[in-house]
């Protein structure tokens, strides 16, 4: 199989590379990537994507043309050259400011790696690699890497497949089920070929891990049909690992890049301070439509980066099977996602839900996330990621305090938001545990009575005497008793006093929380 212009494009995505001119279309072979020496002779470049540093004309494309190279890769091109690159019927092509070309060279080639020869004795490639297994072993083989992409697939007719086979190809990536956190684990795990039956409605499969020098690169999956496997299929496979790990390792440098390049991206993106159009624009994001905010952290904030970078890539990929435009990564030990919707969407509500069980499955604790405020234009995106981190502090705080739920939208957090900048105000401040709330806690002191307990579920029922009665396990009579004796302590009747103590009383459980 060969690799097209079409692939090129479609692997490193328009935030890499784009198209400017494709006289001859997207299905165009492609080879070796050249770095242009205006010196050179111009032999060896068929099929050559040639990457051209300096200030491209057209009598260049002209030449490329002439020495048969499918593609010219520039920095930026004005509409002469992009006329001049249909003439000549060679692609043109824009690459971003933000890769090198050593980069993009080691991009191009790495993909080529899927296509090309590896080593002596090995298959031409990973879909033949593929077809080989398969033939071998006698089920369906699909090849992935550690994002659950499907890199290649065996194509022999007659063998028996399933619909999460299907799906799989079609989208090019296994599609989510709750049990593959563990069916993977358990395949990353073990050191030779595993046979994993879960999802239940689907074939069982036999399945090994691809290491390089012992470090996981992706796996290897075969389906058992109806026919039993070859008898050595284990063995079969474990040879097409070792031969499988040259390609992924040189796929997984690619990903790593991609990853690096959109997290410094993200990161220009929350910082601000910058122009944002051609942010925006590398992530599809209009500089003027409806941005939300989210923020995904580990309730405790012990999540170390590792974590983050994985949730960040399950919000990308949520976000991404909705067609939902979006920057999305990691930012410390938090998932972030830019996303161009509206906030209060049910669906968006959705794909934080899914990740957030995911995460926890996968890194156990409680994982919890804040959404900003509706914003308008991309230059508002540092304040709203203030806002999505205030939300999740705010659902990180433990129970009793001013946490509520596990997703937090900082337009329905307004009273939290005031109690906690309080907390911070007073924190230090003698007058947290000063008057009038010390009068009653001395009193209780004094004569071992229960005042202060009392008035925490009074307020809480909303001065509400029955409600309050029950909570505190007393005949409604006896607790206004025991409040007419309290107002010989203290005023229950001046309305800023009830006030204070509420304050003090609420604020109090805040100062509870154990990193404060």
């Known amino acids: 199989m060969s690799i097209t212009l079409g692939v090129l494009l479609d692997s490193l995505g328009a935030d890499l590379v784009r198209p400017l001119a494709l006289p001859r279309g997207r299905d165009v072979p492609i080879g070796s990537p050249c770095i242009h020496d205006p010196d050179q002779t111009g032999t060896g470049l068929a099929d050559a994507v040639l990457l051209v540093a300096g200030r491209p004309t057209a009598g260049m494309l002209d030449w490329a043309a002439d020495h048969q190279a499918a593609a010219v890769v520039v920095r930026a091109a004005a509409d002469p050259l992009v006329e001049a690159a249909g003439r000549a019927g060679v692609a043109l092509l824009r690459c971003s400011t933000e890769v090198g070309w ?15 020869p590896v080593q002596e004795g090995a298959s031409a490639d990973l879909f033949e690699l593929a077809n080989d297994l398969a033939v071998r072993t006698g089920g369906a083989v699909a090849i992935e ?13 007659g063998q028996e497949v399933d619909d999460m086979r299907r799906d799989g190809i079609l989208g090019r990536r296994v599609p989510d089920h709750p049990s593959h956190v563990e069916e993977y684990a358990m395949v990353l795990r073990s050191e030779t070929a595993v046979w994993s039956r879960e999802p239940r409605e689907t074939l069982p499969r036999l399945a ?56 410094e991206r993200l990161s220009r993106l929350l910082r601000g301070g910058e122009p944002t159009r051609e ?44 067609r939902l435009r979006a920057a999305a990564g990691s930012h410390g030990a938090h998932a972030v996602a830019v996303v161009g919707a509206a906030a209060d969407g049910p669906v968006l509500e959705s794909i934080i839900t899914t990740v957030l069980a995911r995460a926890t499955d996968q890194f156990g604790g409680e994982w919890r996330a804040g959404i900003s405020r509706p914003l308008h234009d991309l230059s508002d995106v540092p304040t709203g990621l203030a806002q999505a981190q205030q939300a999740l502090d705010v659902v990180c705080m433990i129970s009793g305090s001013f946490g509520k739920g596990t997703i937090g939208r900082h337009d329905q957090l307004a009273a939290s938001l005031f109690l906690i900048d309080t907390f911070q105000a007073m924190r230090f401040r003698p007058s947290l545990e000063g008057e009038p709330l010390s009068i ?19 307020i809480a029922a909303g001065y509400d005497i029955p409600r309050a009665a029950e909570a505190l396990v007393l005949h409604a009579n006896t607790l206004r008793h025991r409040l007419r004796r309290l107002s010989e302590v203290i005023d229950l009747d001046d309305q800023d006093l009830r006030l204070a103590l509420a304050l003090q009383l609420r604020l109090q459980e805040f100062s509870t929380k154990p990193d404060e």
């Open 145 to 157: 890497d550690l994002s659950m992409r499907v890199l290649a697939y065996s194509t022999i007719p």
């Open 279 to 322: 942010l925006g624009d590398s992530f599809g994001l209009a500089p003027h439509a409806p941005l939300t905010v989210i923020v995904v952290g580990k309730a405790d904030g012990a999540a170390a980066n590792s974590a983050a970078a994985y949730t960040g890539d399950l919000l990308r990929a949520g976000l991404a099977a909705y």
């Open 208 to 263: 090994i891990a691809v290491r390089d020098r012992g470090q996981a690169l992706g796996s290897i999956w075969v389906v058992a049909g109806e026919q039993p496997l070859a008898s050595n299929a284990a063995d079969v496979l474990a040879e097409g690992a070792r031969l499988a790990a040259p390609y992924l390792a040189r796929f997984n440098l690619a990903a790593n890049n991609d990853r690096r390049i959109r997290a």
């Open 440 to 458: 009653v806690s001395d009193h209780d002191a004094r004569h071992g009575t229960d005042y202060v307990r009392t008035l925490r579920c009074w």
């Open 102 to 116: 050593g980069e993009l060279y080691t991009l191009i080639d790495t993909l080529l790696a899927l296509t090309g």
